[in-house]
C-alpha cells in the first residue's frame, strides 16, 4: 500500500537560515507527490508537486522540493527563512494512477521560524 | 482562481444530530474529497468522488456518508452525530490526472456535544 512519512513533528529554524522538512513515500510505480502548507484557521494551500525527471522542483514563496528516488524522499527546503513561514506542512502521494484514485497525506511538520 | 466554498465555518450540533456538510467548487472538477483533520493525525480521507453520483470510500468511512448529485456539490453527512466526530471538516477537489493538486475549501469546524 502507498504511504508517506514525515518523520519531525517540529521544526525550528532561525529566520535567514536554510530549512528542511523531511518527506518519505512508499510507492508502487512512479510517484505523484505534493507538498501542501496549511496556516492558522485555513484549508490547505498547494506548494509545490514532484514532476518526474526533475530532481529539484520549485514551487511557490520560494520553496522547493528535492527527489531523491534512491532514497524514497522528497524533502522540502527553503534557501533562507522567513518568519511569514510558521506554519503546518504536509506532504502528501496520489495513491494511483486511475482517476479513482486516493491522496494520502502525511501526518504534518509544523514549521517555527524564530526572528 | 480555484474556489472551493464550504458552507459553515463552525457548527455545533448535539449528539444524535443528522449533520450536512456542504462543499461547492467552481472550477468543473471531476473529483471532489472530504477528509478530516484531527491533531498529530494529519488528515485522514472519509469519502471521495469522481464523477456525479459516484463515491468511494476513504479510510474512515464509519459514521459517515456522502451525495454527489452535481458536479460541483459533494456533501458529507454525519447520520447521528457523537463526540468523537469532533473535528475539522475539510472539502478538496481537483482534476482526475494523477499529478494534480487537490484545492482546498477553509474547513468546518464540528463541535458535537
Known amino acids: 500500500a502507498q504511504s508517506v512519512a514525515q518523520p519531525e513533528d517540529q521544526v525550528n529554524v532561525a529566520e535567514g537560515n536554510p530549512l528542511t522538512v523531511k518527506c518519505t513515500y512508499s510507492?508502487?510505480?512512479?510517484?505523484?507527490l505534493f507538498w501542501y502548507v496549511q496556516y492558522p484557521n485555513r484549508g490547505l494551500q498547494f506548494l509545490l508537486k514532484?514532476?518526474?525527471?526533475?530532481?529539484l522542483v520549485k514551487g511557490s514563496y520560494g520553496f522547493e522540493a528535492e527527489f531523491n528516488k534512491s532514497q524514497t524522499s522528497f524533502h522540502l527546503k527553503k534557501p533562507s527563512a522567513l518568519v511569514s513561514d510558521s506554519a503546518l506542512y504536509f506532504c502528501?502521494?496520489?495513491?494511483?494512477?486511475?482517476?479513482?484514485?486516493?491522496?494520502?497525506f502525511g501526518s504534518g511538520t509544523r514549521l517555527s521560524i524564530r526572528p | 482562481d480555484v474556489k472551493v466554498t464550504q458552507s459553515s465555518r463552525y457548527l455545533v450540533k448535539r449528539t444524535g444530530e443528522k449533520v450536512f456538510l456542504e462543499c461547492v467548487q467552481d472550477?468543473?472538477?471531476?473529483?471532489m474529497f472530504w477528509y478530516r483533520q484531527d491533531p498529530g493525525l494529519g488528515l485522514r480521507l472519509i469519502y471521495f468522488?469522481?464523477?456525479?453520483?459516484?463515491?468511494e470510500k476513504g479510510d474512515i468511512p464509519e459514521g459517515y456518508s456522502v451525495s454527489r448529485e452535481k458536479k460541483e456539490r459533494f456533501s458529507l453527512i454525519l447520520e447521528s452525530a457523537s463526540t468523537n466526530q469532533t473535528s475539522m471538516y475539510l472539502c478538496?477537489?481537483?482534476?482526475?490526472?494523477?499529478?494534480?493538486?487537490?484545492?482546498f475549501g477553509n474547513g468546518t469546524r464540528l463541535t458535537v456535544t
Open positions: 478538496a477537489s481537483s482534476f482526475p490526472q494523477p499529478n494534480s493538486p487537490l484545492h
Open positions: 510507492v508502487s510505480g512512479n510517484p505523484y
Open positions: 514532484y514532476i518526474t525527471g526533475d530532481n
Open positions: 502528501a502521494v496520489r495513491d494511483g494512477y486511475s482517476s479513482a484514485s486516493k491522496i494520502i
Open positions: 472550477m468543473d472538477h471531476e473529483n
Open positions: 468522488s469522481y464523477d456525479v453520483k459516484m463515491k
